[in-house]
């Protein structure tokens, strides 16, 4: 097991820079911020044809600034899982979807249970990923029966379970 240590920064900004990048993944370790959701990692696959972004539960503006480039899902496009079950991820305003159409996706996730929690996921992120980018939706809004979900990156297969 690689340990992937915590980045310091003396900013008030939480960074989300590249830690032990190889030729398949790129693990990405935040700097300490005040929220523990705002201290993790994000994960990026790169499989032959798409990328996976596995995002936690990061900021929009962290994962535009740090991790998305729009000409990188050009050449392959990304796929994603929406950050923080589709709940509130930093703020959710104009320049966040304006930035988000800027990126190819070739599709998404978006998983978690409405019942579990009051404000996830929210109605206007739900939308943008499920209406507006055609993003796979596992809530309850949606499919009340969903039990699992299966996401695949170049016949590697990664099973959920939601319940």
């Known amino acids: 097991m690689h340990e992937i240590p915590a980045t310091s920064s ?3 900004l939480i960074e989300l ?4 990048p190889s030729s398949v993944y790129t693990m ?19 499989g032959r044809a798409k990328i996976a972004i596995l995002t936690g539960d990061y900021h929009y503006g962290q994962l535009l600034k740090g991790v998305m480039d729009p000409h990188e899902s050009r050449l392959k496009p990304y796929e994603l899982v929406v950050p923080h079950h589709g709940g509130s991820a930093g703020s959710w305003e104009k ?12 599709g998404g996730v978006l998983s978690t249970s409405s019942k579990r929690c ?3 996921p929210r109605e206007d992120v739900h939308h943008f990923f499920v209406k507006k980018l055609g993003f796979a939706c596992f809530c309850s809004l ?10 695949s990156l170049d016949g590697l297969s990664v099973w959920g379970r939601i319940t």
């Open 10 to 12: 003396t900013s008030s």
């Open 17 to 20: 820079p590249p830690v032990a």
């Open 28 to 46: 990405y370790r935040s700097s300490d911020g005040y929220a523990r959701n705002q201290s993790g990692i994000v994960m990026k696959v790169n």
């Open 95 to 106: 320049k966040i979807t304006t930035g988000l159409k800027a990126i190819d996706f070739s």
């Open 118 to 120: 009051k404000n996830v």
């Open 142 to 151: 949606c499919k009340p029966s969903v039990t699992g979900y299966d996401v």
